[in-house]
């Protein structure tokens, strides 16, 4: 593939970990029947089986080329507004319809689900990112459209609502009144993605030839986000460039997932030290440096299989924060195999100081970034200062996942000084987590750290 080329497939990284993901367990009904996953095959497939390389569907590459790939470049400007010591490149993905990298995955599952005979795809969204890409995408192939939306985000963000209406979807802010789910919540879950998602579940199975489609958390999302590393890698080879970090913001996993993972295994393939890796978290939401390494649930249903995860508890009551996109409980299983097995680092990040950072972004590049990215934004710049325990000694890639033009109500509260950070006492936290259980040591996992 050249520098200027669009991948014409997929790379997994799964293949280069050595050892197998955690399986997932499957919740048991009242009835004592078990919850199936309404999966198409090919997608099934993607998550589980040992191959690295996957052809990208025609229909599918299609689209890609329409937007893909997208700019790289030194952020020299950035460089200096923060202080950097090395070089640092931004990889921006917000460029098309959806505003960010969601669209990726999004056009990916739609062909998959159409394949399947599926007519309407239901989902829930923070932000409203993977919303916008999922309305996208089922416009672009033929399907309907429903999405949940978090509320206090929607309301906050009332043009990405507009946006999904303009491409067809139908709109509901969760908490809604039309599911079980929503009801029974005491009120206090508003804020939380969980919700959202849990909504879309019970929603979509009432339905005929609806089918629940997730954005992020999935090892299928993460292998089709994984354009994004792929081109990186093509064109800082063009440079004559090699990333000593590569950083990416972390809600479930997908962004962080396809702008790093792909260097790990081009380096597996090599046999050469794969680059640091490092996940930008909200500090809101610290699964991954204050969670635990457990069996949870991933929406409020508690019907979808329990997965192995970095956690914070899927009980625990997320604070409203322009983490936005970030604001999820819990880390995808691949992502959190990765961090417990010593592959990929995290960091938290404050939203005030992710918004400073986007702040900086703005006036030094010509590039307004999301919330999200500016967690990421904010890893590298901490980095590049080498202001952390360990700096980078080399180039910095950081994926800038989105735009921020439908985020400037965010930016009007810092520069108004309004914001402030709201992070989980322990206390709260380890009641969030009282009676997870513990993923099952693996040896392998010790020898890899090793």
């Known amino acids: 593939m050249s520098a ?3 991948p014409t497939r997929w790379r997994s990284v799964l293949p280069h970990l050595g050892y197998q993901l955690p399986p997932d367990r499957s919740p048991v009904r009242p009835d004592g029947t078990q919850v199936t996953v309404n999966l198409p095959m090919e997608l099934v497939r993607q998550s589980i089986r040992q191959r690295e390389h996957w052809p990208i569907p025609d229909e599918v590459l299609d689209a890609y080329r329409r937007f893909r ?59 409203g990112q993977w919303g916008t890409a999922l309305a996208a995408a089922c416009a672009w192939f033929g399907l309907r459209c429903t999405v949940f939306m978090v509320g206090s985000s929607l309301e906050r963000k009332p043009y990405r609502g507009v946006l999904m ?39 979509a199975a009432g339905r005929d030839g609806a089918a629940f489609c997730i954005g992020s958390g999935e090892t299928y999302s993460i292998l089709h986000q994984s354009v994004i590393g792929l081109e ?15 950083v990416g913001a972390v809600g479930a996993g997908s962004n962080f997932g396809g702008v790093a993972l792909p260097f790990f295994a081009d380096a597996a393939a090599r046999g050469v030290p794969a680059p640091r ?3 930008a978290e909200s500090a809101a939401t610290p699964k991954l440096t204050r969670g635990v390494y457990a069996y949870d649930r991933t929406d409020e249903t508690g019907t979808g299989p329990l997965e192995a995860m970095y956690t914070i508890g899927s009980d625990y009551r997320i604070p409203d924060s322009h983490s936005a996109g970030l604001r999820f409980h819990g880390a995808a299983k691949l992502v959190s195999a ?17 918004l400073d950072a986007g702040r900086h972004l703005t006036r030094s590049e010509m590039v307004l970034p999301a919330p999200e990215s500016g967690h990421a934004l904010a ?18 890639l950081v994926c800038v996942s989105g735009s921020g033009y439908l985020d400037l ?42």
């Open 379 to 396: 890893v590298a710049a901490q980095l590049a200062g080498g202001d952390t325990e360990r700096g980078a000694w080399g180039p910095i």
């Open 232 to 246: 990186a890698l093509d064109q800082l080879a063009a440079l004559g460039v090699e990333a000593d970090t590569v």
């Open 69 to 127: 790939p997208t700019p790289l470049w030194r952020a020299t400007g950035f460089e200096r507004a923060v202080g950097a010591r090395v070089p640092i490149y931004l990889k921006y993905e917000g460029g098309n319809i959806s505003g960010s990298h969601k669209l990726n995955t999004a056009l990916a599952q739609a062909y998959y689900y159409r394949q399947a005979g599926v007519e309407e795809l239901v989902t829930g969204t923070g932000a």
């Open 338 to 354: 990765m961090r417990h097995a010593g592959q990929v680092e995290a960091v938290a990040v404050g939203q005030v100081a992710a």
């Open 277 to 279: 890796l490092v996940a």
């Open 4 to 6: 200027g080329a669009t």
């Open 165 to 203: 209406r303009m491409l067809g979807a139908e709109l509901h802010a969760s908490p809604s009144g039309l599911t079980e789910v929503a009801r029974a919540a005491d009120g206090s879950t508003g804020n939380s993605l969980s919700l959202a998602i849990g909504e879309a579940v019970e929603y």
């Open 409 to 450: 109500a965010a930016y009007q509260q810092l520069l108004a000084g309004e914001l402030t950070d709201e992070e989980p006492a322990a206390a709260v936290l380890r009641a969030a987590q009282a009676g997870l259980e513990p993923v099952p040591a693996a040896p392998i996992l010790a020898q890899v750290r090793r």
